[in-house]
Structure formats: structure tokens, C-alpha cells
């Protein structure tokens, strides 16, 4: 309607003294409407285009029901039954919202209903992307998991469990991840289509970050072996998001670090590009996070990076996805070290860095910290990196971080020759021999190929270029592919460095 029409009706419905009655007949409808739709799973796949457009109603429908005059037990049914119109929509901060005014006004017989079990579920996933890592998002979701398999919902069960292993990563805690996956990897057992490729998804992601790479592999190819389903918009809505285009982010992470440059830069653009196909702002924002930017750094292609930073933090900001807009600051900031401008580098990950730990988002943290580290050692501010990279190693070694752990201590090294102290070289070189050892028991041939990059520096500064020469070259020679990206560059300019140096010859 027009609004000139709108606002007469309005006045000539409160004038008839029925507006109560209409308001309580209208949120009835929505209720029952969504309630309906929701129990066919495959039609929540078309919720996008037959509900969007009721999302005004919906909201009215809702204030309406928790207002003065409303009827809070029908918000509630209404709240649960929305849901997936918040989730569709990635409208994370309404979801929360809506969910918490629900179990606010949830009392008597609605208590330890289904209707609770959803609502719990729905702001248990939003509050990890609105709030972070909170306790109240971790308590919500273990309710959902008690509440879920009392109902013996195997639907509601395994929402809970890909959920609680998602807030596991997020936090940072990749053992107790792994242990929600053991969960999700017997689930298998029930009569779940999703179910397989869920667990898969879940044990994949939690062996990648926890170093264990061959068999985070076996798993995330699994998911991607599977044919796209019929239902995955629906499968999008249950979970929050899309687990195929995370596998594929997860999976090209993996595949460079245990060498195949190529591999992951292919694996990294289908996985950009299928979400950008999506238009579901969550599964972007953790694509172009973990699979479009990271990859986009390691391999040196600068104007990707760059395009999926500017990409990242506007669908961050238009979604109030907090976490994600801290990790976007994070590679604008990484950029601008790359780009020889330290200091704004500095401020930028300094930002990102208080914006995750606000979060309790610490999945990429030691990271961005060993980044912090880097810049801070470029601008000559050597206590404050030695602080920012101790930092890094201690929270790689607490929390099993083994995925950057051999990174983090190549970085050390390098911090420790930057001082040039009497034996800065010394330590230096003890802590490329630990990256080193360490990237070789992982198979992670592109760290490896960092530690002795830095060895072979050290070695060649130190008038051993033969030395240096035999460790690098049969690194460099085990590559088959990505030889223009650019450690690979580097290591082929080193590699002809030393053979000019008189101390090879």
C-alpha cells in the first residue's frame, strides 16, 4: 500500500476498537504459515523468494506480540518459526534479537518445548557472529544439543553439534572441536542425509587446524565428492551456512601448505566464486576469509587480496558480522605491510587484534598477532614485536595451534636476528631447525620451504652457502607446480644468490 493509505487504514482500524483483535489474528497467520512451511524441509529451500518479501510483517507481527498489549506466548511460536527467515536472510543481529526477546518471555508449558529447542539453536549460531565467543552464545547451543536429542531430533541434534564444533574453531580450542566432530562422526549412524558430509565437514576443518593435514584432506574431499544436493539452500538455512564452500576454503589452505600452490589457488576461486553465486552474506564472509584472502597473500597476488578485503569489510559492516569485520582489518593491515608502510600496518592489526579478542574470535589470532609482530620489527619497535610474537608461540603451544605453529617459529627467528645480538644467530637458527623439523613431521611443504629459505639465509650470511644451497634446491625441486607464486620466486632468486656467492663456488 501506499503509506497516505496505510496511515488512514491504520487510523480508521483503531477507531473500530478491533486492532488488537486483527494484530493477534495477523501474527496467528504468520505463525502458522512458517510453522507449515518449516516442516517441509525441501520448501525452506524457496524461502528466499516466497518470504523475504513478509519480512515487514514478520517484524510487525513480532512487536506486536511482545508489546504491552501483545500475547508473548505467540511471539515465542512466532519467534521459533522465523528463524529460518533471519537465517536465509543472514540477518544475524534481528535473529538475535527476536530469539532472546522469546526465551525472555518463554514461561510455564512453552518451557523445554520444541519451540525453546529452536529458539535456542538460532541465538546460539547469531550471537557467535553478533557477539563472538560468549558464554551465552556456548550455553544457548549446548541447550539446543540436551534439548534436541531428549526429542531424539536428529535434524535439531546435528545443527547443534556442526554449531558447538563451529563455535570450538572460532574460539580457538581445536582439540574440543575435534571432540564435537567425534559427536557429528557418529550421527552418521542415524537416519540423516546430511549427516555424512557434516561430519566430514566438521572433522575435516578440526584435523587442518590442529596440524593433522593427510587426513583433514580425506575428509573435506569427501564433502566436495558428493553430488550438490537438491536441498542446499535448505541445508544452508539448517546450518547457517554453506559447508561446501568452506570445505573448499579449508581444503585450498590445506593443499598450499602441503605444497600444491596451484591446486589451492583453483580450489580457493571455485570456492569464491560459489559463494558470490549464493547471496548468502555468512558463507561470503567466511569464504573470502579463510579460502579467498589467505591464499591470496601466501601466493603473492596482492590484487585479489586487496578486492576481497574491500569485498569482506562492506558485507561485514551491512551484516553487523563483527568478527568478520575485525578479521577484514586484519588483512587491510597485512596489505599495508606488504605494501612497505609499517606503521599503518601496525595500527590496523592492533585494531583487528582488540576487535577479535572482544569477540573471543581467535581462530586466525596468532596469526594476525605473528603479523603484528612483523610489522611492529619493521618499524623498529623491538620489545613491543618480541612481546607480539611470544604472545603468538604461547597461544600455538596452549591451545595446539599446530597449523601456524612452524611459522610462528620461523617468525621468532627472524625477530631474533633483526636485534643482531651476540647470539642472535644462534637462537635464530635454533628456532628455524624447530619450524623446520616440525613442518616436515606435518608434511607442510610450504612451511618447510619458509625454514629453510630463513636457514639458508642465515647459513649463506655465515659464509656456508654450500650448506645452504643443499638444503634449499631439493626443497624447491619437490614443488611441481606454483613456481611464479611468490615464495617459490623467492626461493628459485635465492637458490642462484648462493650459487653466485664466491663461499659456493
Known sequence: MLETTRTYLLEKLALSEESKEIAQRHACYYRDLLATAARDRAAVAGWAAAYLCEIDNLRAALAWSFGSEGDSSMGVALA????????????????ESWTERALANIAGSQRGTRDEMVLQSALGFSLMFTKGMTSNAHAALTRAAELARSFGDSDYHLRALNSLCSFHLRFGNFREALAVARQCEAAQLINEPVATPTADWTLGVSLYFLGEYASARTHLERVLRRPISATRRADMVRFGFDQRVNALGALAITRWLQGSPDDALRISQISVDEAQTLEHPVSLCMTLAWAGSIIALRTGDIVSARRYAEILADRSEKHALTTYRA????????LYAKGGDPDTAVELLRVSLDGMRKGRY???YTMFLCDLAEALGAAWSFDESFTAVDEALERAISNEELWFLPEALRI????????GGPRSAAVAEDYFIQSLALARRQGALSWELRSVMSLARLWQSQDRGKDARELLAPVYDRFTGGLDTVDLKAAKALIEEIKMSPADR
Open 362 to 364: 581467535y581462530i586466525f
Open 412 to 419: 621468532k627467528g627472524e625477530l631474533d636476528l633483526l636485534t
Open 327 to 334: 578479521c577484514g582489518l586484519g588483512i587491510e593491515g597485512v
Open 80 to 95: 521459533a518459526a522465523s528463524t529460518p527467515v533471519w537465517l536465509e536472510a543472514s540477518l544475524l543481529g534481528e535473529c
